[in-house]
C-alpha cells in the first residue's frame, strides 16, 4: 500500500516537472519572439545619420543683436531691441555682416525702418516677417538672394528695387505685401518662383524685356 502510494507520488512529481520544463522553455521562445523587433529597431537608429545641413550654432549677444560667425561671416539672428529705425552693423569682431538670418525681425510690430550695411547678400527665411509697421529698408547693392516668406505680412511695405545681383528670390517672398505698387527687377535671368505677388491688388512690376518675371508680370495684367 505505501509502496503503490510512493509510485503513484512519484508519478505526479514527474508529470508536474515536465510540465514545468515545458512553460519554461515556452517563456524563452516567447521571450525571444517579443523582442526580436525591438533589436532591428535599434540597428536602425544605431545607423542613423542626421541630415548634412545640422550643425551646432555659437550663438552671441552685442547690445540689441544675437549673432553667429560662421565661415567668415556674421549671421544677425536676432533683433532683441524695440526700437522704430534700427539700422545695423557693418561688423561684429570684425568680421562682415552678410545676412539676416532666419526670423531675425519677425513680428516686430513698432518697426518702421531698416537700414542693411551693403555687406548683406542674403535677406533670410521670414526675416521681416509679420512686420507690419516696416515701411522702407535698403537693399544692398551686392545682394544676391531674397529667401522664403522674408517680408511675409509687411503690409506698409510699398515699393522694393532688387538690383541685377539678385539670383533668386524664393517662394512666398511677398505674399500678404497687401501695400506694396511697386517692384523693381534689375536682372533678367531671374526666375519667378511664386513669390506671393498674385493677390497684391495695387502692385506694378518693372522687369527687364524678354525676361521670365515680365512674361509672368504681363500675363498676370501687373507688367509696368
Not at 16 to 42: F, H, L, R, W, Y
Not at 80 to 96: R, S
Given at each position: 500500500?505505501?509502496?503503490?502510494?510512493?509510485i503513484a507520488?512519484?508519478?505526479?512529481f514527474t508529470?508536474?516537472?515536465?510540465?514545468?520544463?515545458?512553460?519554461?522553455?515556452?517563456?524563452a521562445s516567447?521571450?525571444?519572439?517579443?523582442?526580436?523587433?525591438?533589436?532591428?529597431a535599434?540597428?536602425e537608429?544605431?545607423t542613423y545619420?542626421?541630415l548634412?545641413?545640422v550643425?551646432?550654432?555659437?550663438?552671441?549677444e552685442n547690445?540689441?543683436?544675437?549673432?553667429?560667425?560662421?565661415?567668415?561671416?556674421?549671421i544677425i539672428t536676432?533683433?532683441?531691441?524695440?526700437a522704430?529705425?534700427?539700422?545695423?552693423?557693418?561688423?561684429m569682431?570684425?568680421v562682415?555682416v552678410c545676412?539676416?538670418g532666419?526670423y531675425c525681425?519677425e513680428a516686430n510690430?513698432q518697426?518702421e525702418?531698416v537700414t542693411?550695411?551693403?555687406?548683406v547678400?542674403?535677406?533670410g527665411?521670414?526675416?521681416f516677417?509679420?512686420?507690419a509697421?516696416?515701411?522702407?529698408?535698403?537693399?544692398?547693392a551686392?545682394?544676391?538672394?531674397v529667401q522664403r516668406?522674408a517680408?511675409?505680412?509687411?503690409i506698409s511695405l510699398?515699393?522694393?528695387t532688387?538690383?541685377?545681383t539678385v539670383?533668386r528670390?524664393q517662394e512666398?517672398?511677398?505674399?500678404?505685401?497687401?501695400?506694396m505698387?511697386s517692384l523693381?527687377?534689375m536682372?533678367?535671368?531671374?526666375a519667378?518662383?511664386?513669390?506671393?505677388?498674385e493677390?497684391?491688388?495695387?502692385?506694378?512690376?518693372?522687369?527687364?524685356a524678354g525676361?521670365?518675371v515680365e512674361?509672368?508680370?504681363?500675363?498676370m495684367g501687373k507688367?509696368?
Amino acid at each position: 500500500m505505501k509502496r503503490t502510494f510512493l509510485i503513484a507520488l512519484l508519478a505526479v512529481f514527474t508529470a508536474v516537472s515536465v510540465g514545468c520544463s515545458d512553460k519554461v522553455e515556452n517563456t524563452a521562445s516567447e521571450s525571444v519572439i517579443e523582442t526580436q523587433p525591438e533589436t532591428e529597431a535599434a540597428t536602425e537608429l544605431d545607423t542613423y545619420e542626421p541630415l548634412a545641413t545640422v550643425r551646432e550654432r555659437n550663438i552671441e549677444e552685442n547690445g540689441d543683436f544675437d549673432y553667429e560667425i560662421y565661415e567668415g561671416r556674421t549671421i544677425i539672428t536676432k533683433y532683441n531691441g524695440n526700437a522704430a529705425n534700427v539700422e545695423l552693423p557693418a561688423e561684429m569682431e570684425g568680421v562682415p555682416v552678410c545676412e539676416v538670418g532666419f526670423y531675425c525681425f519677425e513680428a516686430n510690430y513698432q518697426l518702421e525702418s531698416v537700414t542693411l550695411p551693403e555687406t548683406v547678400d542674403i535677406i533670410g527665411e521670414g526675416a521681416f516677417m509679420d512686420c507690419a509697421s516696416l515701411s522702407q529698408i535698403n537693399i544692398p547693392a551686392n545682394l544676391k538672394e531674397v529667401q522664403r516668406g522674408a517680408f511675409v505680412g509687411c503690409i506698409s511695405l510699398s515699393e522694393m528695387t532688387l538690383p541685377s545681383t539678385v539670383t533668386r528670390v524664393q517662394e512666398e517672398a511677398f505674399t500678404g505685401c497687401e501695400g506694396m505698387y511697386s517692384l523693381t527687377i534689375m536682372n533678367p535671368d531671374l526666375a519667378y518662383e511664386s513669390w506671393g505677388l498674385e493677390d497684391l491688388p495695387n502692385l506694378v512690376v518693372y522687369a527687364p524685356a524678354g525676361s521670365a518675371v515680365e512674361a509672368w508680370a504681363s500675363q498676370m495684367g501687373k507688367l509696368g
